[in-house]
């Protein structure tokens, strides 16, 4: 189908909006009426056509318009795309992957012309047409991590793997749920899960991680992740949480519907080809709880799922305070009735 892209804000005016085609495909990330922490993981081998999981990287009418935050994100703050040098090569692997990827599954706005070394990359939707040799770094305005990504909707952390465990050490991280590259930067998968509560005593890390360290190349895996934010924020960082977390406190009943957001996370995982790398791109996808609640079957299980969440959930997601206002709202799109799975 031909993707109309929205102009539109993540900031100051906040005019993002989901058309209904969005909201139709929105990765409602529930599957029964509570949620706890799982390896959640199952392959990425496509899904139903029209939906978030057709395409290995999907592009949506947001695409234009979460660039050009990338780009104000990127332009306050460089330190928010950082690659390590023995990552360069991981860095070409994923330029690679991702203009073969949509040069394949999208060629009405992408193409991809190689001849050896030589290769021609055009993306239509940001007028961009650019001739470059691949794994020649002076032959790209960025270096090809940065070149790419800032072309991709979504986070990318690049993981170096190495005494069996996965190292941060590369990413272009702009659209975060509250975590910071450069204070994860060279960690590993343990040291940056540290703060995720009742998942490390669960044994979740461990069996993610060993799951994470066989993944093969052509064969990438998926899982969701959730939070909640106030106003269509993509940038919700510990940077800027000056900005974001005071805005928190703007919730009312009154605007709750239009305010209070969902936010889920398409998380994948590629292994890379050259480098041995794991690329481990993160799509975030934003839908008000007034949109949400056009899916009755939504508003119901919603409505279960955050009253019953555990407390050190709820904190560490940082919607404790809210909880009961969100309630309240959500209380009035629960009828009693049962949910069906398979949502
Ligand atoms: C949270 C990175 C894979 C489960 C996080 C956080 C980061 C992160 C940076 C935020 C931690 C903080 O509060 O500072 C990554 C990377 C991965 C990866 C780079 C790929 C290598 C996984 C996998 C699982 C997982 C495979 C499977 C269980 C979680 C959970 C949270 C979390 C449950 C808490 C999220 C929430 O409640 O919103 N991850 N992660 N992660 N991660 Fe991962």
Known sequence: ????????????????????????????????????????????????????????????????????????????????????????????????????????????????????????????????????????????????????????????????????????????????ADWSLDFDIGMNFFEWHAPVPLAHEKGIFVRALKFLLNIQQGAPARRLNWTMTVNPLLDTSPENYHKWGIQKTTLSPENIGSKQHLRVELQTFFRLPRSNALVFPIRCYLCSFQDLMTVPKWGRRLHRVIRDLPEELATYKGFIDNRPMMLDYLSSFDDGQATSDGI
């Open 1 to 176: 189908m031909t993707i109309q892209f929205n102009d539109e804000t993540f900031r100051d005016d906040y005019s993002f909006r989901n058309s209904d085609w969005a909201i139709k495909r929105f990765p409602f990330p529930f599957h029964e009426d509570s949620y706890m922490y799982s390896v959640n993981m199952e392959q990425h081998r496509g899904g139903p056509e029209g939906s978030i999981y057709e395409n290995r990287f999907d592009v949506d009418e947001h695409y234009v318009s979460e660039m050009r935050d990338r780009a104000m994100v990127l332009a306050d703050d460089p330190l928010r795309c950082q690659s390590m040098p023995h990552m360069t090569l991981a860095g070409w692997d994923l330029l690679e992957l991702i203009m073969v990827s949509k040069s394949e599954d999208y060629p009405d706005l992408f193409e991809l012309h190689r001849d050896g070394n030589n290769w021609r990359w055009v993306n239509k939707p940001l007028g961009i047409d650019d001739s470059f040799v691949f794994l020649d770094e002076t032959t790209l305005p960025y270096g090809p991590m940065e070149y790419i990504t800032r072309q991709a909707q979504g986070d990318f952390c690049v993981l170096d793997q190495r005494d069996d465990n996965l190292w941060m050490d590369a990413g272009m991280v702009t659209t975060q």
